[in-house]
């Protein structure tokens, strides 16, 4: 009879140590998706680097585009006397808009007020309300609403107050116009108290003697790259 085997127990085998077939199919999968997405990310940096290339060409062809164009539009303007001449009828055409401005809404608000507050003679009374008006539209640079009432003397519930609402907002779109053009003008106040009217410069105001000697300018003269689209308007004294 064989002698009997005698089998040692060591207990159970660690769950480490035992090899998991699915365990090694699911590592190489992992490997595999790495492997594939390393290959899309290489692919992905040169179409971009592809992309990135073709966009400089393009940026360069569009500045050869533009400078091409410029030059052309360069050539072709430096010929055309009209574009100045349109230049010069917009300011044309605004000194028109202002000085029936001047004459007609200012000087319709100043007689009202006037009329209503009656100060002094009429006559000089009016000038110098238009003067001042004048002085608060177009020689400030935050002109306001506010100090024409003051200056006029209108008050919130009298007639004058929607006259100088209205003629306020003339006012502010004739500025605006004015500082839209390309080349901007501005409003001549410069005189010299004493002096004798100057044609090139001056007209006279209402009934001043246009041999009198400059007072005070009423309304501003309108100026645009040297040209003077109207002339100032100005009060005179007699002479001695």
Known sequence: MADAVDFVDDGPVPDDEIEHPGAVQHDENIG??????????GSLRKALQEAQ?????????VEESDARIDSILSQWTRHREDLDS???EGHRILAEKYVGFVEQALFGLAR??????????????????????CLEIFGRADAGEARIRRIVKARSTDALAA????V???GIALLREAGSM????????EYSEGELVDADRQQVWGKSDPEGLVRYVVAPAYVANGVRYCL??????ERA
């Open 32 to 41: 595999d998706s790495i492997s594939g997405l390393e290959t899309e990310v």
């Open 53 to 61: 290339r073709e966009i400089a060409g393009l940026r360069a062809s």
């Open 86 to 88: 349109l230049q010069s």
């Open 112 to 133: 009202k007020s006037v009329a209503l507050h009656p100060r002094g003679e009429p006559g000089e009374a009016i000038s110098c309300t238009v003067q001042k008006l």
């Open 163 to 166: 006259h100088v609402s209205k």
């Open 168 to 170: 306020f907002s003339q």
């Open 182 to 189: 390309k080349d901007r003008g501005f409003w001549d106040f």
């Open 232 to 237: 100032q308007r100005v009060v005179t004294v």
